[in-house]
């Protein structure tokens, strides 16, 4: 049996990346130091998904795991920073645009540091239920 998760895997890094250039591209709303650290980690992952996708290899996540692991890290910082919950003198940000700068709410609360940090949190769940799902393959065999 195939497991539909890295297609999801896929389709989430997909939406986040195209989500991020339309931000930036179309709205041009720029990035901030934190932002493009994100974008370090999440662009990558559309490919490295799309490339395992098209060659079905299945050994991907050794690749995908640690980029989204850092980007999670970098987007909890992010999102902790932004909506004040760590103090605004830590901020990276010292010049451009600030981290805590609001340019997006979405319906009231979606801000793209959320917006991030859940790309980013849905790709690690995912990854980790293929793990998973890879054990519980292994030990029907």
């Known amino acids: ?12 890094a997909l939406i986040a990346t195209m989500g991020s250039l339309f931000f930036g591209e179309v709205l041009k709303l720029p990035p901030c130091t934190l932002c493009w650290y994100q974008r370090i980690c999440m662009y990558p992952l559309a490919f490295i998904l799309g490339a395992a996708l098209w060659t079905e290899d299945r050994s991907y996540l050794k690749y995908v795991m ?3 692991a850092i980007g999670l890290v970098i987007s909890s910082y992010h999102v902790l920073l932004y909506y004040g919950w760590l103090e ?3 901020i990276p940000c010292s010049t451009g645009v600030s981290c805590t700068t609001k340019q997006i709410e979405l319906l009231g609360f979606l801000t793209i540091p959320l917006l991030s940090w ?10 980790l239920m293929e793990i998973r799902f890879k054990e519980k393959k292994s030990e029907i065999k």
Do not use: A, D
Request: avoid cysteine; hydrophobic fraction near 55%; charge should be neutral.
């Open 88 to 90: 605004e003198s830590i």
């Open 66 to 68: 640690p980029l989204s």
């Open 118 to 127: 859940m790309s980013f949190i849905l790709i690690n769940i995912l990854g």
């Open 1 to 12: 049996m195939k497991s539909f998760i890295p297609h999801l895997t896929f389709i989430v």
